[in-house]
């Protein structure tokens, strides 16, 4: 067993002693009470669990559903509005004085939008907008998942903004000055030649913000946004079961990030290609191999 896997079973061992202890303390007051716990038909926290995920697991799997379905669309539309900001923001200006302006101005648009939204919290931005929204139209009112949909979009664009951008500037600009020395425009040099290694490049920290999401989903219920968290609640007050209903969700949300977590680094790694490989002939001497191989980083990811 390597050093990765030894890690990943000492954190669960772990979870699941945190687990038994929490139980252990909830069974405290059941025993002071001598009794009455049994006699009113309580079948204790681990059958309150059960009860709980067999009985409400067509609310826990449509909450489920639909905090992936906002997370997954508003990451995806987020990266979207990056890839577009990213390279507006890092063309070259252009000589004709409106089109400069224009993109100038366009510029300036963008980072007032990147400004506001990373600094406030996603929470304020759903009252602002859903609430705004009905505020100016006089009391009609948006959609929820289309509005949860759009709010996790525009927030996660301007996270991505920076990302992307943050991507573009990192390639060597001898790409940029060899794609225009044959004659490629901006938008071809980008769409051919930056973007491919833009999104190899910044794909961690995609999924980082796809795990965000998934987690800050849970704030859009404020506008009543029907995701796992709006669900927990209608269990809680069913169930009159409070920690054990949100233990339950903790678990799944736990679940659902890890499980994303993985594949996307099994992504990463498909994206970087094999660890050895030959090149075959050169100039010189067209019967010459060269043989590469990746050297394996010092840490463990």
Known sequence: ???????FFRFFAVLFCAVLLL???????A????????????????????????EKYPLLLRGVGETMLISLVGTVAGLLIGMLTGV???????????????????????????????????????????????????????????????IVSINTG????????????????????????????????MLSVIIPQVMRNIL???????????????????????ELYYFAGIIKRETFKTFETYLVVCIIYFILTFS?????????KKL????????FGSQSDPEAEIKVEKEEPDYVS
């Open 1 to 7: 067993m390597n050093h990765q896997s030894k890690r």
């Open 23 to 29: 139980a252990a303390l909830s069974a405290l007051p």
């Open 31 to 54: 025993a002071a009470a001598e009794g009455s716990e049994a006699q009113s038909g309580d079948p204790g926290f681990f059958g309150n669990v059960w009860k709980i995920i067999t």
């Open 88 to 150: 507006l923001r890092t063309a070259p200006y252009s000589k004709n004085a409106v089109v400069r302006f224009l993109h100038k101005l366009l510029n300036r648009i963008i980072s007032v939008y990147v400004e506001i939204f990373r600094g406030t919290p996603m929470m304020v931005q759903a009252m602002v907008i859903y609430w705004g929204y009905a505020f100016a139209t006089g009391g009609n009112t948006l959609p929820l998942i289309p509005s949860g949909i759009f």
């Open 158 to 189: 301007a996270y991505m903004a920076e990302i992307v951008r943050g991507g573009i500037i990192s390639i060597d600009k001898g790409q940029f000055e060899g794609a225009a020395s044959i004659g490629m425009s901006h938008g071809q040099t």
């Open 204 to 226: 961690p920290s995609v999924s980082n913000e796809f795990v965000i999401n998934i987690k800050d989903t849970s704030v859009l219920n404020v506008i009543g946004v029907t």
């Open 260 to 268: 994303v977590t993985r594949l996307l680094r099994l992504a990463e």
């Open 272 to 279: 970087a290609g094999k660890d050895s490989y030959t090149i």
